[in-house]
């Protein structure tokens, strides 16, 4: 069964940094572009940020850009979002998805995306 989990989640304070990971069983990592979405309450779920197959490109929102970093250990089979100076306004569900690339780039359209996983809470509130 293909699978991804996600971990990581949890109640930080304004400023504060966690670390997501995105974690597949089932099948190979290293074939498949990776994303971080999110979904705030009574809003759509959007755009975080992607990465390429490799790790050599990847892309970002611009709510989020210069403080969360995607990165992926293919031996791992383990794609990670490191979130810093968190803000109220990070507070969502956040979910990993993959999409089976044959090229290097990377997918940051949710419809592609052919599996998700169930998603992580992350709360920012002092």
């Known amino acids: 069964q293909l699978r991804l989990v996600e971990s990581g989640g949890a109640l930080v304070q304004p400023g504060g940094s966690l670390r997501l990971s995105c974690a597949a069983s089932?099948?190979?990592?290293?074939?498949?572009?990776i994303g971080w979405f999110r979904q705030a309450p009574g809003k759509e779920r959007a755009g975080v940020s992607c990465?390429?197959?490799?790790?050599?490109?990847?892309k970002y929102a611009d709510s989020v850009k210069g403080r969360f970093t995607i990165s992926r250990d293919n031996t791992k089979n383990t794609v990670y979002l490191q979130m810093n100076s968190l803000k109220p306004e990070d507070t969502a569900v956040y979910y990993c998805a993959a999409v089976l690339r044959f090229d290097s780039k990377y997918v940051c359209d949710q419809d592609p995306y052919d599996y998700w996983g169930q998603g992580t809470q992350v709360t920012v509130s002092s």
């Open positions: 089932g099948f190979t990592l290293q074939y498949y572009a």
């Open positions: 990465i390429s197959r490799s790790g050599g490109s990847t």
